[in-house]
C-alpha cells in the first residue's frame, strides 16, 4: 500500500480515536464528600478574613516567639463569639476588640478562653452580616509541635554551610502552631503587614515587599513586608538567618516588562560558588512560564526565595522557601506561584491542583531549557515512580485528608499528578490548545480557588471533547493498566490483539484509553497509527506495507503503564488467545477464518471439561465458573487442531 494511502488511514485512526475518547462515565462514583475544617459550620463560617498585622519577636536559635497579630474581619452572619485556631503551647495573653478598624491602639479588653488549639473570643457586643471589626491577640512561646517536615514552625542548621534557621510551613493544616488563624481554603487573606524584630546581624523574610528595614534599640532590627494580593493562610511565612540579599529582575512574556527576584541567601561567598547559577537560572524560568501561561501573577511585588534547611523547597507566595537551587526543585516552587498561590485548590482532596500541576511544569521547563531528552528522562523517572503506586487515587479521599503523608503521597500526588496531565496533552494532541487552556484556566480562577472538576469543565469547554471516562479512571479511580499486545503478519496485513488488566481490578477494572503503535519495518523506514481500546480484549487489523521488524506500543512513553509486546510465532501465525492467565472471559481469534469449528477445554488428565462447536470468530468464553488452575486449550480450525495451555485464576 502506498505511503499516501497509509497516510489517509493513519488520519483515520486518528480521529476515530478522539472521537471514542467521549464517552459516559459517571463522576460521582469515587468523589465521596469534601472535607472541611471540622470548626467551620459553628464558628469558621461566620466571618472572612480581610486584613493582618503580624509583628513578631523571632530568633534563628529556637521557634520561640512573641508580639501579637491584628485580624480584620467581617461577619457573614449574626457573630457573637470570634474563633480563631492556635495552638495550646502558645500563651495567650490579652485579647482586644475595636470598631474602628483603622487603629493599631486597643483599649477593650475582652474574655476569651484558650483550649483544643483554638481561642474562643467572646465579642462585646453581637455582631451581624457585613459588619467589620478589628481584634487584636498578643501572645507568647515556643512554637511547634516536633512534628518534623509538617511542623507549623522549626529551628534547624543547615548541615552544608552550617547557619542556623528558624522558618514556617503551614501547609496544610499547620498555621495555628505560630500565628492566630481560620484555616479555610476558600476565605483568602486580602492583605498581610507583617513585621519582624530579630537580632542585628540577622535578617527576615516574608511574602510581598520589603517596606524598609529599621533599628529598634542597639540590638534589634525590624523588617516590614507588605503584601496586597489575596493569599491562601497556609501561605504565610517568614524565615529569620544569617542572609545576603542577592536580587536581580527577570522579563515578563513583554521583555518591556520584569520582576524583581529577591533572594535571602546564606552570607556564605561558598554558597555563592555553588549555586549562583541556578538562582541565575530563575529569571529564565519565570520568563519561560510567563510566555507559555500568563505572566508572572505577583509580579507588582517580587518574586524570591529564602533558604532554609528543609529538605525540598516550600511554595510561599512570592517567597518560596527552599533547601537549594536545584533546577528542578527550583522549576516546581516557582511553578506553583501560578498553580497552588494565584489558583489554590478549592478542597485538600483535589490537592492534584497544586502538586500535580506544579510537577508536571518541571517537565515543561526540561523541555523548554534543558531539551527533550533531558525531559524524557525526567518521564521515565516519574514513570517508575508511579509504576509502584498499584492502588490509590490521585483525588484524596475525604477520610485520609488530615494525614499529610497521604495528601503529599510522591508517587500518586506528584508523579502520577504529572502524567495525568502528560496524558491530558497527549489526548488534545495539539500544544497551543494545551497552553491555552492552562491559561484560560488561570484567568478564571486567579487569585481564588480551583478543583479537580473545575478544571475539567475548562478542558471539555476549550477542547469539545469529554473527558468524563478520563477523570472517572485515572483521577477519581485507582490503580492503571497492564497491557499485553500480540501481534503476527500475515499476506500484507497486521493482525493485532490488546489485551489489558488493572492493578486495581476492584476499583477500575478498566481503562478506555487511545495509544500509539509505531510499526518498523526491515528495511528502516516505520509508520504511525493512533488507536483506541474499548475492551479487555480487541483485535485490530492493520495494513503490512512491508517485512516487518518490531510492533512498538505507546513508544513515547505517555501511558502510565505495564506492557509487553509478543511476536506470535509458535501457532504459525494462525490464531491469537486470552487473556492468559485468565479470570472471566476468554477471547479466540483466528486469522483468515468465518468460524471456529470446534474449542475444547480439558484438565491436565486429558479429562474434558467443557466443548464448543462451530463458533463465531473470534469466540468469547466465559471461564468464571472454572476452578483455579492449569488447563489444556484444544482449538481447531484451518483444518488443524491446535493446543495451548491456559491458567485460570480466581477474581481478586
Not at 531528552?373 to 483525588?395: K, T
Not at 466465559?622 to 482449538?635: D, R
Request: hydrophobic residues 40%.
Amino acid at each position: 500500500m502506498s505511503r499516501l494511502i497509509m497516510a489517509v488511514l493513519m488520519a483515520v485512526l486518528s480521529l476515530q480515536a478522539v472521537a471514542q475518547l467521549s464517552g459516559a462515565c459517571p463522576l460521582d462514583e469515587y468523589a465521596g464528600e469534601d472535607y472541611q475544617n471540622p470548626l467551620y459550620d459553628q464558628w469558621l463560617s461566620a466571618y472572612d478574613v480581610k486584613y493582618y498585622n503580624l509583628q513578631l519577636h523571632v530568633s534563628n536559635l529556637d521557634t520561640e516567639i512573641s508580639g501579637f497579630a491584628i485580624i480584620l474581619v467581617e461577619a457573614t452572619r449574626e457573630l457573637d463569639t470570634l474563633v480563631l485556631e492556635l495552638q495550646d503551647s502558645l500563651w495567650v495573653t490579652d485579647v482586644y476588640v475595636s470598631d474602628d478598624i483603622s487603629t493599631t491602639v486597643f483599649t477593650n479588653p475582652v474574655s476569651y478562653n484558650h483550649q483544643n488549639g483554638a481561642i474562643y473570643i467572646a465579642l462585646d457586643r453581637s455582631r451581624t452580616g457585613g459588619e467589620l471589626f478589628a481584634v487584636r491577640v498578643h501572645y507568647h512561646g515556643k512554637a511547634g509541635q516536633e512534628r518534623g517536615f509538617f511542623a507549623g514552625i522549626n529551628q534547624a542548621t543547615d548541615s552544608d554551610y552550617g547557619f542556623d534557621v528558624t522558618y514556617t510551613l503551614s501547609e496544610p493544616l499547620n498555621g495555628s502552631d505560630w500565628f492566630p488563624v481560620k484555616q479555610v481554603l476558600e476565605d483568602k487573606i486580602d492583605s498581610v503587614r507583617f513585621t519582624l524584630a530579630c537580632e542585628k546581624g540577622l535578617m527576615a523574610a516574608s511574602n510581598g515587599t520589603l517596606l524598609g528595614i529599621e533599628e529598634s534599640g542597639e540590638d534589634t532590627l525590624l523588617f516590614t513586608w507588605l503584601t496586597r494580593y489575596p493569599m491562601a493562610y497556609y501561605l504565610l511565612s517568614f524565615t529569620v538567618a544569617d542572609y545576603r540579599d542577592y536580587s536581580f529582575y527577570a522579563a515578563l512574556s513583554s521583555k518591556n516588562d520584569s520582576v524583581l527576584v529577591q533572594n535571602y541567601i546564606y552570607d556564605s561567598d561558598a554558597l555563592l560558588d555553588d549555586w549562583e547559577e541556578g538562582i541565575k537560572e530563575t529569571a529564565r524560568l519565570i520568563t519561560t512560564y510567563s510566555g507559555l501561561l500568563t505572566d508572572y501573577p505577583f509580579s507588582k511585588e517580587k518574586y524570591g526565595h529564602a533558604m532554609a534547611p528543609l529538605g525540598g523547597g516550600m511554595e510561599h507566595q512570592t517567597m518560596t522557601t527552599i533547601h537549594n537551587f536545584g533546577f528542578y526543585l527550583v522549576a516546581h516552587e516557582l511553578a506553583h506561584q501560578w498553580f497552588g498561590d494565584y489558583v489554590t485548590c478549592g478542597n485538600w482532596q483535589d490537592i492534584w491542583i497544586n502538586e500535580g500541576f506544579a510537577s508536571y511544569m518541571e517537565y515543561v521547563a526540561a523541555q523548554e531549557l534543558k531539551g527533550q531528552e533531558a525531559a524524557d528522562d525526567w518521564m521515565d523517572n516519574a514513570m517508575n515512580i508511579a509504576l509502584q503506586e498499584r492502588e490509590g487515587s490521585v483525588y484524596v479521599p475525604e477520610e485520609l485528608v488530615e494525614d499529610p503523608y497521604r495528601l503529599f503521597d510522591y508517587g500518586l500526588t506528584y508523579k502520577k499528578g504529572a502524567i495525568l496531565l502528560h496524558m491530558i496533552r497527549y489526548h488534545l494532541n495539539d500544544d497551543d490548545l494545551f497552553f491555552g487552556i492552562l491559561g484560560k484556566y488561570l484567568k478564571r480562577y486567579g487569585n481564588g480557588l480551583a478543583t479537580g472538576k473545575d478544571f475539567q469543565d475548562i478542558l471539555e469547554s476549550e477542547s469539545g471533547m469529554d473527558f468524563s471516562c478520563f477523570f472517572d479512571q485515572w483521577y477519581y479511580g485507582e490503580g492503571y493498566p497492564r497491557f499485553s499486545l500480540h501481534w503476527t503478519r500475515l499476506s500484507d496485513s497486521l493482525y493485532l490483539q490488546l489485551e489489558q488488566l488493572s492493578t486495581a481490578p476492584a476499583i477500575t477494572p478498566f481503562f478506555r484509553t487511545p495509544f500509539d503503535l509505531e510499526v518498523l519495518y526491515t528495511d528502516g523506514t516505520t509508520m504511525r497509527y493512533r488507536l483506541q481500546q474499548d475492551e479487555a480484549v480487541q483485535q485490530y487489523t492493520l495494513p503490512a506495507g512491508g517485512e516487518v521488524e518490531t510492533v512498538y506500543f505507546d513508544p513515547d512513553n505517555i501511558l502510565l503503564k505495564n506492557a509487553r509486546v509478543i511476536h506470535e510465532q509458535n501457532t504459525e501465525n494462525v490464531f491469537t488467545y486470552g487473556p492468559n492467565p485468565v479470570t472471566g472471559e476468554l477471547v479466540i481469534h483466528f486469522f483468515n477464518a468465518s468460524r471456529i469449528d470446534q474449542i475444547s477445554i480439558t484438565n491436565m488428565s486429558g479429562q474434558e471439561i467443557a466443548r464448543y462447536e462451530d463458533m463465531a470468530n473470534p469466540a468469547s468464553l466465559n471461564l468464571s465458573a472454572l476452578a483455579a488452575g492449569t488447563y489444556v486449550l484444544v482449538m481447531s480450525g484451518l483444518d488443524k487442531t491446535y493446543k495451548e495451555y491456559i491458567v485460570k485464576v480466581a477474581p481478586r
